[in-house]
Nanobody, 118 residues
Framework: VHLMESGGDQAQIGGSLRLSCTVS????????WGWYRQPPGQAREKIAT???????TYANSVEGRFTISRDNGAGTIFLQMNNLTTDDTGTYYC?????????????WGQGTRVTVSS
């Protein structure tokens, strides 16, 4: 299994970024997927998931600002991040699983780093 996150960058407060996570070596279409965030010095937290039928769930901290989506043909999930704040700074990862589940894959990608500043 290989998870490859990309799209992280430096951004200004109020700006936008779009992250991608491409999955290989794992059944994609029949599984839920999610984005996790690890702020500097803090634990990794789940922030968004998308189900098999494209139902989505978000953490309170990102709801209304972030949108998760998926492209089954490409084996990729996306995270559109709008109205960024400094609290969004961190490394972003993807993994498999529903909102109420823990991450289903033991492996993690290298993540993609997001830095938000004024």
């Amino acid at each position: 299994v290989h998870l490859m996150e990309s799209g992280g960058d430096q951004a200004q407060i109020g700006g936008s970024l779009r992250l991608s996570c491409t999955v290989s070596g794992q059944s994609f279409t029949l599984n839920a997927w999610g984005w996790y965030r690890q702020p500097p010095g803090q634990a990794r937290e789940k922030i968004a998931t998308i189900g098999v039928f494209h139902g989505t769930t978000y953490a309170n901290s990102v709801e209304g600002r972030f949108t998760i989506s998926r492209d089954n043909g490409a084996g990729t999930i996306f995270l559109q991040m709008n109205n960024l704040t400094t609290d969004d700074t961190g490394t972003y990862y993807c993994n498999m699983g529903r909102w109420l589940d823990g991450p289903s894959l033991r492996v993690w990608g290298q993540g993609t780093r997001v830095t938000v500043s004024s």
